[in-house]
T-cell receptor, first 115, second 114 residues
Framework: KAGVTQTPRYLIKTRGQQVTLSCSPI?????VSWYQQTPGQGLQFLFE???????NKGNFPGRFSGRQFSNSRSEMNVSTLELGDSALYLC??????????????FGQGTRLTVV | GQQVMQIPQYQHVQEGEDFTTYCNSS?????IQWYKQRPGGHPVFLIQ?????EVKKQKRLTFQFGEAKKNSSLHITATQTTDVGTYFC??????????????FGQGTILTVHP
């Protein structure tokens, strides 16, 4: 079974630009969560999607948004990039059919650098 | 919001020594999960603890969940260089819906000197 796939792996953007990151979950997994990882703040939850609906959202500004498609693939978008948005963005998928937390399967992440 | 405190932040050991990392929550947890992230890698699920006082072992790794379900620990016996990485505890969102959100501890970075 293929794992969680994130594209691109690396990205360099300029302040003020916007960026879209993609995540393909494990086949059959309907829940996709996004996390931001930085050395200072650690792993922080951005949002979670299940069956194309955002069910949960972390404490990030509105510049951070996401969506999920009918095939469970997900994208996250960051608009008006700031230097502080430089981070490793991790996507995780899980079955979560009942709402109970189960293990999260993480992708390799997208390393975003804002210059 | 929910916070999970993890200590120590760093741990340097000689190969063969033991290692322990601790997690504490101010609220009672429904369960706690542990992940390992190798340098340059992504978090990989190790285990989930659900029951009060639960102890689980995976070879040289021993995981414990406190009786009050507010703390947990991971102990590695006789560390090896392959144990190098960051170990995270993670707890599901407290209260309300627990959909997809894990609150991670800050992680313990383990280095092992051969």
């Amino acid at each position: 079974k293929a794992g969680v796939t994130q594209t691109p792996r690396y990205l360099i953007k300029t302040r003020g630009q916007q960026v879209t990151l993609s995540c393909s979950p494990i086949s059959g997994h309907r829940s996709v969560s996004w996390y931001q990882q930085t050395p200072g703040q650690g792993l922080q939850f951005l949002f979670e999607y299940f069956s194309e609906t955002q069910r949960n959202k972390g404490n990030f500004p509105g510049r951070f948004s996401g969506r999920q498609f009918s095939n469970s693939r997900s994208e996250m978008n960051v608009s008006t990039l700031e230097l502080g948005d430089s981070a490793l963005y991790l996507c995780a998928s899980s079955p979560l059919s009942t709402g109970r937390n189960t293990e999260a399967f993480f992708g390799q992440g997208t390393r975003l650098t804002v210059v | 919001g929910q916070q999970v405190m993890q200590i120590p932040q760093y741990q340097h050991v000689q190969e063969g020594e033991d290692f322990t990392t601790y997690c504490n929550s101010s609220t009672t947890l429904s369960n706690i999960q542990w992940y390992k992230q190798r340098p340059g890698g992504h978090p990989v699920f190790l285990i989930q603890l659900v029951k009060s006082g639960e102890v689980k072992k995976q070879k040289r790794l021993t995981f414990q969940f406190g009786e009050a379900k507010k703390n947990s620990s991971l102990h590695i016996t006789a560390t090896q260089t392959t144990d190098v990485g960051t170990y995270f505890c993670a707890a599901p969102n407290a209260g309300g819906t627990s959909y997809g959100k894990l609150t991670f501890g800050q992680g313990t970075i383990l280095t092992v000197h051969p």
